[in-house]
Structure formats: C-alpha cells, structure tokens
C-alpha cells in the first residue's frame, strides 16, 4: 500500500499525546500498530518509560504489543546505526519508522537503554496489573500478599456454596435464609450449591448493590436497600411507558381504555386486580393496566406479532362492534414496527414494587449470598489463592483509598502518567471501576488515557465483560475524565469485494435490530478487489 488510509485524519488526530481519547476499531483496522504508535511517541517525551503502561486482555495480546514494539526500536537503532538500510515504505510504514526514531532518540538522551531493558516497557493484562497494585500496595488492598491469583476458582465456589448451605440448621436469620432459599428451589440441595457457587463467580456484578453498610436486621438499612433494588424496575417501566406515549395520541387511548373494559366483561381474568389506565395516562399506578391491553393487541406466542384476526378467545366475539373497532385499530397500526417492539417490551417489562411475599424471598437470598461472599474470603485464605474478581477488587480498593496518586508513585517506583487499554469492549463492571479509580485525579492533557476497542467484537461474557461500558465511556467519559470519540473505518484484513458485502449484508442486519444498541459502521477496503469470490454462502440443511 503506497497511499495513506482513507481514515489518516482520525489516525493522525488521535496521535495527539495532549488529549485523552476512546477509539472504536472494528476488525481489520490496525488498532495494534495505532496503539504502538501512540506508545512510541509517548515515549519521545517521557520521562522515565514507566511513567506509560498499555493494558491489553490476553497474555497473547500482550506478547504480540511487546514484541511489534520492540520490533520497531530495535529497527530505529539499526537505522540510526547505518546497519540498516532505509527501503521504500508506505505511508504507515514510514509514521511508525518516524516515531521510533524519535523514541530511540529520546531513549539515548536519558540512557534508558529499552532494546537491552525491554522490561522497563510495562504492557501488561489487566488481570496482572490488577494484582501488581494489591500486592504493592496490601495494607490499602487489605488482600493478604501471600495469595496467588488461579484462573480455575471454580472448586472453591462450590465449597463456599456448601460451607454456606451447612448453616441451614442453625438457630439465626442466616439458618432461616437458607431455608427459605431450599424450599424455593424444591429442597433441591444440589442445584441451590451450583446457584450459589453461580453467583459467587459473578459477584462483581451485584456485590456493590448489597455493600452499601449495616444489617438487614436494621427496618431502616431493610427500607432504604428495598428501595434502591426497585428503582430500577421502576425506571425501566417508566422508560417504556414513555415511549408508548409517544406512539399513542389521546384518541388512541380512549379507544384502547373502552376495549379493555369491554373485554372483561367478557373475559374476566384478563382484569383482575384494582385500577384502570385513564386516557392518556402512561403513569406508573397504570402499568400492568397497559400490560393487559397488549393481550388482545398482540399473539402469545414465543415471536408476538399484531393478531390478525381478532376474536372472542380475546373477549371480542365476532360481529360485535368492539370486535370491529379493535380489528380498524389493528390494521391502521400494524405497519408501525416501532409501536410493535414497544408493545412487546411492554408485555414482558417487570412489576414496578416487590410484594411483601416476594420481598421476604429476596431478602433470604441476599442474607445468604452476603454470607456466602465472606465464607469465599475464607475459602481465599485456605487455599492461598484468590479469583481475578477478588484481585481486581482488591486493587480497587487500594486506588479509592488514596486522594492522589503519591502512594502509588512510590509504589511503582514513578508516576504513571499514560495509560493505554486495548479491547476496552471485553471490560467487567469491576474492571472499569479500577480504570475510573486510577484516573479520577487525571487531567486529560498532561496524565492521558487513550482507549480502543470494538463493541461489536464482545466476547467475554463469561468473564463478566459489559459491552454496555464502552457505549457508556464514549458518552459520558470515565469519571470526571472527558474523551474525544474517534472512529477508524479502513479495513487493512480483506480485499474490497469482501468489505463491500459485508458493509450490504451487515448494514440491512444491524437496520432491523441493533443489539445492545450498537450501530453498524461501514468499513473502507484498503486492499484491492481480487479475481476470488467476495462472500459464497454454502447451506447446510441437517
């Protein structure tokens, strides 16, 4: 390639070591050699290396950012040296050559010697660099330097699980809690261990919820958890409610309130309970009211769609004029998908409150899963190894007990002042609150954070990954530390038959349903079209 990439002003732009930034990079977009280029010019003014740390996922990552990097100082230093000679390189070639010259220049002013110290260039995974803060810092960790991180925890969650569930006959709230919990899972012992070791494995994503400090024993601590646990049912249902108002004119409302208590007249059960929707009202007292209009706007199958005939199965006989009315108000909406997704995410949103009896349920379990998190720490301390939740945790812990970062400058020998992550999609919610507490003295000029990832390439769902944060890191920042979006669209991988398929097929794809709320971006091929296929499809019928 002899010609700079269709995206060179986003590449160029990003390479600013002044600004912080979060870069989505979908496949085939170089965002390894963008990350090496911005290493290497953050090095041409550091101080020290140290002072920049890349964070990748894998310690296969790792090693490929590793040795590109060297790669490219050790080139710099054959060049400078006239070992080396320089060939005609494409443009990208060429910023890459440049940067590392600079670099290697820098790297000889202050004696760094990186080609002969390549350790002294700290990319790492987030797992490791996770346990490099807790046990520099294990007062501030309050994790024992002695445990060793395993990514086989699996043994141990079942034992907590087990040592939780012996407790069913003692004579406490804890004895009680475990009852309550086998008698909702059918005195099946088994399956409440596995449910519980479950939980445990992904306990960063509701720990928080329930570490907000005193006992259940407490009406007022009991008060306030039951009230922050359904605010977000409440806020979902409002959501949706709202979006209903939008697509329902008081008219529309009139009609659908004079149809729903027509069809209790005729179908008693689909109107039980206290309360109607009055016209127009899409308020929270109304929500299950709007719930049972979507029974006769809607069939009860596993994919609802509008009904196309309309019948007394739905309380509307056929020939009545009810009948007539909910068939015109079908057939006029039947052709808005917007209102049609709306309906169904109406039908299947929760309830906005806990009954009192569901309510008791709930607080069992989280008496239970309380316990069952300090049994682990037990379990930790037996067995002298921990998970990579506990360890990210732990680190987290350090970095929210310090006001400024003078105790992890003296920890890590130097101040960290950059910090680059590649593949931020496959972040943890734990994971991401580590990132927000390493950064939120930071600036955003002179201590940069610089981000790439690709929200359409989550894969690690299993390690408890949230694509949702990247969106949420790309609207709002991390913390108090502000981003500039950037977006690379050349594709370096495939030749442009393949690219120009995929940017047809995907595009109609991700039009008719946008999972996790993630937009297609069209890509640009950098390789020309070749004699072979674009994409063949080959069916297989079983």
């Known amino acids: 390639m002899n010609r700079s990439p269709a995206d060179q002003a986003s590449r160029a732009d990003v390479l600013d070591t002044q600004r912080s930034f979060i870069v989505e990079a979908p496949a085939g977009s170089g965002k390894t050699t963008l990350l090496i280029q911005r290493f290497l010019k953050l090095l041409a003014i550091a101080d020290e290396p140290e002072e920049i740390v890349a964070i990748t996922f894998t310690r296969k990552a790792t090693e490929q950012m590793r040795n590109k990097l060297l790669t490219q100082l050790r080139r710099a230093k054959q060049r400078a040296a006239g070992i080396l000679t320089t060939e005609e390189e494409s443009d990208l070639d060429k910023s890459l050559s440049d940067l590392a010259a600079e670099a290697m220049r820098r790297d000889a002013e202050r004696g760094w010697n990186l080609c002969e110290q390549p350790q002294r260039l700290r990319i790492a995974t987030i797992d490791s660099f996770s346990a490099e803060i807790a046990s520099r810092l294990p007062l501030l960790a309050r994790l024992g330097s002695t445990l060793e991180p395993t990514d086989r925890p699996e043994a141990m969650y079942r034992v907590a699980a087990r040592k939780t569930l012996e407790r069913l006959a003692d004579p406490t709230p804890l004895g009680e809690a475990v009852k309550t919990l086998l008698i909702e899972q059918d005195n099946d012992l088994q399956r409440c261990q596995q449910m519980i070791a479950q939980m445990l494995a992904c306990r960063t ?29 409440r806020h979902t249902v409002s959501q949706c409610l709202s979006t209903l108002s939008e697509h329902l004119d008081h008219q529309d409302c009139e009609l659908l309130h004079s149809l729903l208590l027509y069809g209790g007249t005729q179908k008693p059960e689909l109107i039980e309970g206290p309360g109607w929707p009055r016209e127009h009202d899409f308020s929270l007292p109304c929500a299950e009211r709007w ?55 109406i039908r299947i949103m929760p ?9 008791q349920v709930l607080k069992a379990y989280i008496r239970v899963l309380t316990y069952a998190v300090a049994q682990l720490k037990v379990v930790f301390a037996e067995s002298g190894a921990v998970d990579f939740s506990e360890i990210a945790t732990a680190a987290m812990n350090a970095l929210a007990d310090n006001e400024s970062d003078t105790d992890i400058a003296a920890a890590f020998g130097t101040r960290i002042r950059h910090l680059l992550i590649d593949e931020l999609q496959d972040t943890s919610a734990i994971q991401y609150e580590l990132l927000r507490a390493l950064t939120v003295s930071w600036d955003g000029s002179s201590q940069t954070l ?28 991390l913390g108090r530390l502000k981003l500039t979006n950037s977006l690379l669209t050349s594709n370096f991988r495939s030749q442009a038959t393949l690219v120009d398929e995929w940017n047809t097929g995907f595009s109609d794809i991700f039009r008719q349903k946008q999972a996790d709320d993630i937009p297609f971006s069209f890509a640009t091929a950098e390789r020309p079209a070749n004699a072979a296929a674009g994409m063949e499809v080959h069916p297989w019928i079983l």
């Open 450 to 477: 610089f981000v790439v990832g690709d929200p359409k390439q989550s894969i690690y769902g299993f390690r408890q990954a949230e694509v949702h944060l990247f969106r949420r890191m790309q609207a709002h920042g």
């Open 351 to 359: 309830a906005v409150a806990y009954s009192d009896e569901q309510w």
């Open 205 to 233: 994503q509701w720990r928080a919820l329930l570490g907000r400090g005193g006992s259940l024993d407490d009406p007022a601590v009991e008060q306030d958890l039951r009230a922050m646990l359904e605010a977000a049912p």
């Open 291 to 345: 719930r049972l209009i979507t029974n006769f706007l809607l069939t009860a199958n596993g994919k609802p769609k509008w009904y196309e005939r309309v019948n007394k199965t739905q309380g509307f006989p056929a020939g009545s004029p009810e009948q007539e009315k909910l068939t015109a108000f079908i057939n006029w909406h039947c052709s808005n998908s917007d209102l049609l997704e709306c309906l169904k995410s």
